[in-house]
């Protein structure tokens, strides 16, 4: 099965830069949505660097029973995170997820999904989602390169990165893609307001030793890398992707229009 699929649009842009600060900036930023599916999953560094720039976190997990926003009027954007279930999942929480993601893509706010979250935005977008036709996963570190879009959007891409995955998605039709890779080649892709990643920039130290001690993926699956390599290729790749998360999120969350970033004055 080949998830090779281009899109010919030339129609991305930079991120825009950091806007100096005026007065209404000082007043309080609206949260960003964050999705999780696991009792103890955390939004790791993604969390981390929205929180640098100010934003607050509305955490909720679907699939133990919160209930996701009828609008992103009162959210800055939205991130749906990995885990270990499918997109073609039967569950009712995993087709809702999917069914909401049509929300900020019609209001046009900043959405980021990464591994399962962007598999469930490839899927809202109707492209496929499976596994390796040979049965390969990407668990570990695993170079990717990106295109000349994304070098457009974004520069300094890390020339490694973290995988924690079975699936792997077709590229969206009308979306970008802005890195590529060997057995999964849709490794990010852009759809207006709404960015996929299929590797995982958010995980934190702590949470490489939880994934590679009770992690839902065997580590001896076709393509995994021992446990080992994961620590040795954090040591050496985790800076360049590191600074490039930093750089993604503040790019990312800057699309959000002016007047929606600020809470609406009483």
């Not at 720039?53 to 009027?73: K, N, S, W």
Request: hydrophobic share 40%.
């Amino acid at each position: 099965m080949s998830f090779r699929s281009y899109s010919g649009h030339q129609n991305v842009l930079p991120f825009p830069g950091r806007r100096a600060l005026g007065a209404t900036d000082l007043a309080p930023l609206k949260p960003v949505l964050i999705v999780l599916h696991q009792e103890t999953s955390t939004p790791g560094r993604v969390g981390n660097a929205l929180r640098a720039l100010g934003y607050p976190l509305d955490i909720r997990r679907p699939r133990f029973g919160d209930p996701l926003p009828a609008t992103l009027e009162q959210h800055a954007g939205a991130v749906i995170f990995g885990g270990p279930m499918s997109a073609n999942d039967s569950d009712d929480y995993v087709r809702r997820e999917i069914d909401w993601i049509e929300i900020p893509l019609r209001e046009q706010r900043p959405f980021l999904g990464i591994c399962l979250g962007a598999q469930m935005l490839a899927k809202q977008l109707g492209a496929k989602v499976a596994p390796h036709h040979e049965g390969r996963v990407e668990v570990g570190y695993y170079p990717i390169r990106p295109t000349a879009a994304g070098h457009a959007l974004c520069p300094d891409w890390p020339a490694h990165v973290y995988h924690w995955h079975g699936e792997g998605f077709q590229l969206p039709g009308g979306a970008e893609l802005l890195a590529e890779g060997d057995d999964f080649p849709v490794q990010a892709f852009q759809h207006g307001h709404a960015f996929g990643l299929q590797f995982h920039p958010d995980v934190t130290y702590a949470m490489m030793h939880r994934w590679t001690t009770r992690g839902c993926v065997r580590m001896d699956s076709p393509g995994a890398q021992p446990r080992h390599l994961h620590f040795e290729g954090r040591a050496v790749h985790d800076v360049a992707e590191r600074a490039w998360l930093k750089n993604f999120i503040a790019g990312w969350i800057a699309r959000v229009p002016h007047g929606v970033m600020l809470e609406a004055a009483e």
